[in-house]
């Protein structure tokens, strides 16, 4: 039936919220865009006036969209080529949702966004709606069509799993920028003992190119193996401008509420890497240079001044 224009204003009031759970749950902008879109049509088919909760009802259609998504997106994963990353979001993007909470930051932390890779369907759905907007276990029972103890043992489980994966502590983010200025400048050296005592001893190096640009298709393990790796990945080539269009002016600055590396060609971001700093060191780089994933990122960049690069890295 055709929508009123009340009922228009009402959906895309809800569009915001809606996109950033989406975007936690299926961890790729344009997933989460075509699970709102297709809400939007399930809405347009109903009788709004009908639906006693609105926001009740688009989360439910939502969540049951991106679980049914999340299945499928399973398998494309496993023949995704090489290693599969999230899409990292800007500090400022609406996609982000809320931050108000350790909770909500630590949700979309581009570190728990991969770990939640691992978790079952339910698992993830359960923990994005209680730990990042705050549903009732009662309320997530009624979305996922489960009964309330079933949806409190989903959350528990998941937060048991994440915590499994994320064993060392954080640090503050002032401090956390502090780590990563200094890895820029150690990268930037040429020499790997610098890197070396940055990183814990377990740190691990991921790249995801999708196929569109080269990365491999194995992490990079242990601190001299990660150190060596970075040393060589900041060093100068040919072959490294003509691959990225130019030599890359390097920006640190914020994505997914964590320190950030940004390399930009020409106003368009070519890679964001994204290292997660703990109280032992930095134990992870997960890099994104899959242009696909890069997309938004390139918009948000291109409408502000940035200022001048840190440095250009080749």
């Given at each position: 039936?055709?929508?009123?224009?009340?009922?228009?204003?009402?959906?895309?009031?809800?569009?915001?919220?809606?996109?950033?759970?989406?975007?936690?749950?299926?961890?790729?902008?344009?997933?989460?865009?075509?699970?709102?879109?297709?809400?939007?049509?399930?809405?347009?088919?109903?009788?709004?006036?009908?639906?006693?909760?609105?926001?009740?009802?688009?989360?439910?259609?939502?969540?049951?969209?991106?679980?049914?998504?999340?299945?499928?997106?399973?398998?494309?994963?496993?023949?995704?080529?090489?290693?599969?990353?999230?899409?990292?979001?800007?500090?400022?993007?609406?996609?982000?949702?809320?931050?108000?909470?350790?909770?909500?930051?630590?949700?979309?932390?581009?570190?728990?966004?991969?770990?939640?890779?691992?978790?079952?369907?339910?698992?993830?759905?359960?923990?994005?709606?209680?730990?990042?907007?705050?549903?009732?276990?009662?309320?997530?029972?009624?979305?996922?069509?489960?009964?309330?103890?079933?949806?409190?043992?989903?959350?528990?489980?998941?937060?048991?799993?994440?915590?499994?994966?994320?064993?060392?502590?954080?640090?503050?983010?002032?401090?956390?920028?502090?780590?990563?200025?200094?890895?820029?400048?150690?990268?930037?050296?040429?020499?790997?003992?610098?890197?070396?005592?940055?990183?814990?001893?377990?740190?691990?190096?991921?790249?995801?190119?999708?196929?569109?640009?080269?990365?491999?298709?194995?992490?990079?393990?242990?601190?001299?193996?990660?150190?060596?790796?970075?040393?060589?990945?900041?060093?100068?080539?040919?072959?490294?401008?003509?691959?990225?269009?130019?030599s890359p002016g390097v920006y640190l600055t914020t994505a997914n509420g964590g320190p950030a590396v940004v390399a930009?060609?020409?106003?368009?971001?070519?890679?964001?890497?994204?290292?997660?700093?703990?109280?032992e060191g930095i134990a992870a780089f997960r890099n994104q240079v899959n242009p696909d994933k890069l997309r938004r990122?390139?918009?948000?960049?291109?409408?502000?001044?940035?200022?001048?690069?840190?440095?250009?890295?080749?």
């Open positions: 039936m055709a929508l009123t224009a009340k009922d228009v204003d009402r959906f895309e009031a809800a569009m915001p919220r809606l996109e950033a759970v989406a975007y936690r749950l299926l961890g790729s902008v344009s997933e989460a865009e075509d699970a709102v879109q297709e809400t939007f049509l399930r809405w347009q088919a109903t009788d709004p006036h009908r639906i006693e909760v609105p926001e009740a009802w688009l989360t439910k259609v939502l969540t049951n969209l991106c679980l049914n998504q999340l299945a499928s997106a399973r398998v494309r994963r496993e023949s995704y080529v090489g290693q599969w990353l999230p899409e990292p979001l800007l500090e400022g993007d609406p996609m982000l949702g809320p931050a108000d909470t350790a909770e909500q930051r630590e949700s979309v932390s581009f570190a728990v966004l991969t770990l939640m890779e691992r978790l079952a369907p339910r698992e993830r759905a359960a923990y994005v709606l209680r730990e990042a907007f705050g549903y009732s276990h009662r309320e997530i029972a009624g979305i996922l069509e489960v009964g309330e103890s079933a949806a409190q043992q989903l959350f528990h489980r998941a937060r048991k799993h994440l915590a499994e994966g994320r064993a060392r502590a954080e640090i503050d983010r002032a401090a956390a920028r502090r780590v990563v200025e200094e890895f820029l400048a150690a990268a930037t050296s040429g020499r790997t003992e610098p890197l070396v005592r940055l990183l814990t001893a377990d740190a691990r190096a991921i790249g995801a190119g999708g196929g569109k640009i080269p990365a491999r298709a194995k992490a990079f393990e242990g601190a001299q193996a990660v150190a060596t790796f970075l040393r060589g990945l900041f060093s100068p080539g040919p072959a490294k401008r003509a691959l990225a269009g130019g930009v060609v020409d106003g368009r971001v070519v890679g964001i890497m994204c290292p997660e700093v703990t109280a990122a390139s918009a948000r960049w291109a409408a502000a001044d940035h200022g001048a690069p840190l440095f250009h890295a080749f």
